[in-house]
C-alpha cells in the first residue's frame, strides 16, 4: 500500500458492537481532544469532511469507523482528558474505550497521537501503560508539526520520548496542515497491515 486510493465512513457507535464489513484488521487513533485525530484521518484520506474536525474539543464523541482502500478500518476514537466533561461522562468515555479494547479483536495497531509541542499528559501516560500492558502495538504519532521548526524538532521529542519510552527515530512527525509526515504514516500502516504476524502470541 503506497497510497490510500478509496475512503468511506462506515458508522459511528456509542458502543463497540457489529457493523457492516466488521472482521478485516482495524488501526485505531488514540490521543487527548483536539490533538488532531480526525483532521490526521482527513489528512491520510486526502478528504476534508471525512472525518469531522472542530476547533472546540470534544467533537468525536463516539466511534466513528472508517474503511479505507477497501482493505482496513480506520477508528477514531473520543478524545480524552477534555476538562469541560463532567464525571458521567468521563466515566462513559472510560467503559467505551476498555470495551473497545477488551473486544476489538480485529485491532491491530494504536495510533497515539499528542502535539508535538506539549509534554504528554497524565491522560496520555495512562493510555501508554495501558496498551503496554494490554500488549497492543502502538505507534506514537507527533501531531501539528508545521507548528515548530524542523531544526526544533529534536528538542519538542525528547520529553514525549521520556514520557512514554519510545525512541525518537519512532515517533512519526505530523501535520494536517502541509502534509508532513502523510508518506511515513502510510508506510507504517503498511508496515503493520503486511508484517508477518511472527510476535503474536501462540
Ligand atoms: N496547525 C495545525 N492545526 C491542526 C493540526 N491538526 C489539527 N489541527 C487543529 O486542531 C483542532 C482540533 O483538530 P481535530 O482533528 O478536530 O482534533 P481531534 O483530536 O479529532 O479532537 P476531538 O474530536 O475533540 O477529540 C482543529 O482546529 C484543527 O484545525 C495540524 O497538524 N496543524
Ligand atoms: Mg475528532
Not at 50 to 62: D, N, W
Not at 85 to 105: C, H, I, L, S, T
Request: proline fraction near 4%; hydrophobic fraction near 35%.
Amino acid at each position: 500500500m503506497t497510497e490510500i486510493r478509496t475512503a468511506e465512513f462506515i458508522t459511528s457507535m456509542a458502543e463497540y458492537g457489529k457493523f457492516p464489513g466488521k472482521g478485516l484488521p482495524q488501526i485505531a487513533v488514540a490521543g487527548k481532544s483536539n490533538v488532531g485525530k480526525s483532521t490526521l484521518i482527513n489528512c491520510l484520506c486526502r478528504r476534508n469532511k471525512l472525518a469531522r474536525t472542530s476547533a472546540t474539543p470534544g467533537k468525536t464523541r463516539l466511534l466513528n469507523v472508517f474503511l479505507l482502500n477497501g482493505e482496513f478500518h480506520l477508528i477514531d476514537l473520543p478524545g480524552y482528558g477534555f476538562a469541560k466533561v463532567d464525571k458521567k461522562e468521563k466515566q462513559r468515555w472510560g467503559q467505551m474505550m476498555q470495551q473497545y479494547f477488551e473486544q476489538a479483536a480485529e485491532l491491530r495497531h494504536v495510533l497515539c497521537l499528542v502535539d508535538i509541542r506539549h509534554e504528554p499528559t497524565e491522560d496520555d501516560r495512562t493510555m501508554n501503560r495501558f496498551l503496554r500492558e494490554m500488549d497492543i502495538p502502538f505507534s506514537v504519532v507527533a501531531t501539528k508539526a508545521d507548528k515548530v521548526s524542523r531544526g526544533a524538532r529534536m528538542k519538542y521529542l525528547a520529553p514525549i520520548c521520556r514520557a512514554l519510552s519510545v525512541q525518537p527515530w519512532e515517533i512519526i512527525c505530523f501535520s494536517g496542515e502541509d502534509g508532513t509526515g502523510r508518506d511515513d504514516l502510510i508506510r507504517r500502516l503498511d508496515d503493520i497491515l503486511h508484517e508477518e504476524k511472527t510476535t503474536e502470541k501462540a
